[in-house]
């Protein structure tokens, strides 16, 4: 008789079981090379499930090479196959029980990851039935290879949603379609920088961004953020500098929160126009603001300077992998040409389903639905921290997006106090990470609320305050 156990309370299917428990007993050795496995039939009568069960589990052993097949014989282990530490961890994670499953849950760490939306809101129901309808709708063209700056269809829905959303100008031949906001600024990077090349870009600023601009063997020249954003009193001699563009986030500063004054924008568009470069305006969470109208983009102000950077990552979901690049017209064949290199185009299929769900309204509903939710995430962080730390807690950005910016009177967040604060259940992450100049922010931290319940949210204040009472 073959040992093995079957769980119908566990939510992991009875093939799985099965599979896994096999796989694990031949990977430690106790079913031997050569050996005989039981008949279909007899293990689905000791076992008490369906010969269809015990059938697809040795299938999906054969199919991986763990078992052999004899015509008229039945299945064998293969040779060369134990491997015993490797079964001992699947042994222990098959064998969890649900009392342990539920402890892990209780004591799981409160992640205050910033940049992620309220990922069980997203609209399953409405983009399935779009999807099903593209899946049967869509024309053979979309099928096969297209264009690599993406769907006619959803780049003329997307000039005129944005043009009344956003303030931005632009025809849908301005617009190449990208795989997230990181290959939009990936193709940046690629097109108009080169070793030795000068980027100005706000300080602090996305870590990854500073990578991808950095890797072309370019220069990053920090430019200090206030509570206002990018500080262009600070900017160089533009007839010095010449950098091939200034890089900013206007709409809303990452990651310290501010909003650019009209002011400062005429600043630094006159500014690029007398270095003779471009602008690169990130605008990845502007649709959430809460105590205004959404801000209109830079690139509203001047259309044939600013490279105008969008996304629906944090709008919809990351896992879409669906964002923009809305060119100055001189640049648009570079792009589509590096963008068709680079892996020809976004998928097609996800591009229709966008543009209905943009069409028919959907997007705008599920904006100003998430926007009320968000808003109530964001009154219980701030307030609740202001009640557990007073006035030793000073709150940026707090007006828009997914995040806010506490900083920490007398407190600096080193890796080994993050550490501690980690243990203790509680994930954080410092802006000290994104500076180019190092020691001005370290008593700052970002704390994202898009993705966590407002339980979630106190008991992470909560364990915070527990911390710094002890430490």
Not at 354 to 371: D, Q, S, T
Not at 441 to 452: F, M, P, S
Request: glycine share 8%; aromatic share 8%; with cysteine.
């Amino acid at each position: 008789m073959l040992y093995v156990t079957i769980d119908r309370g566990k939510s992991l299917p009875l093939i799985r079981q099965l599979y896994t428990q096999l796989r694990s007993k031949i990977l430690q050795g106790e079913l031997h090379a050569g050996e005989k496995l039981p008949s279909t039939r007899k293990l689905s009568e000791e076992l008490c499930i369906s010969r269809n069960v015990i059938l697809e589990a040795y299938e999906q052993l054969l199919a991986e090479g763990y078992i052999e097949g004899r015509r008229g014989s039945g299945y064998y282990v293969a040779a060369g196959m134990y491997l015993e530490q490797q079964a001992r961890q699947e042994a222990s994670l098959m064998f969890s029980t649900d009392e342990d499953e539920a402890e892990s849950s209780d004591s799981r760490i409160i992640d205050f990851r910033s940049g992620v939306p309220a990922l069980e809101h997203f609209p399953r129901a409405v983009w399935g039935k779009i999807v099903q309808r593209v899946c049967q709708e869509a024309p053979l063209s979309a099928l096969g290879y297209n264009r690599p700056e993406g769907r006619l269809e959803l780049r003329r829905i997307l000039s005129r949603y944005l043009y009344r959303t956003r303030g931005v100008q632009c025809e849908p031949d301005q617009i190449v379609m990208t795989s997230g906001a990181t290959q939009a600024l990936t193709l940046i990077a690629k097109v108009l920088l080169r070793p030795g090349c000068r980027v100005l870009i706000e300080d602090p600023i996305t870590q990854d961004i500073q990578t991808i601009f950095s890797a072309t063997g370019a220069s990053l020249d920090p430019v200090p953020t206030d509570t206002w954003g990018l500080q262009t009193e600070q900017l160089p001699d533009p007839a010095g500098s010449r950098p091939s563009f200034v890089f900013v986030t206007p709409s809303h500063q990452f990651p310290l929160g501010g909003t650019l004054p009209i002011q400062r924008r005429l600043q630094l568009i006159q500014y690029a126009r007398q270095a003779g470069c471009y602008i690169v305006e990130d605008d990845y969470d502007s649709e959430f603001r809460y105590d205004s109208p959404p801000i209109s983009s830079l690139q509203g102000l001047d259309p044939q300077r600013v490279i105008y950077v969008g996304s629906f990552s944090k709008i919809l979901s990351p896992g879409l992998r669906l964002g923009y690049l809305i060119l100055p017209p001189e640049l648009v064949q570079r792009y589509q040409e590096a963008k068709w290199f680079s892996d020809l185009h976004t998928p097609s299929l996800d591009q229709l389903a966008l543009g209905l769900f943009i069409e028919e309204g959907h997007l705008e509903k599920y904006v100003n639905r998430v926007k009320k939710l968000y808003k109530k995430r964001r009154k219980c962080l701030v307030d609740t921290l202001q009640q557990a730390f007073a006035d030793r807690v000073s709150i940026w950005g707090a007006s828009a997006g997914l995040h806010i910016v506490a900083a920490f009177a007398g407190i600096r967040f080193t890796p080994e106090l993050l550490a501690q604060i980690e243990a203790c259940g509680v994930q954080l992450y410092p802006v000290e990470d994104h500076t180019i100049v190092k020691g001005r922010h370290q008593e700052k931290v970002i704390i994202g609320y898009g993705n966590l319940s407002e339980t979630e949210i106190l008991m992470g204040v909560a364990r915070l305050k527990d911390f710094f009472i002890k430490s």
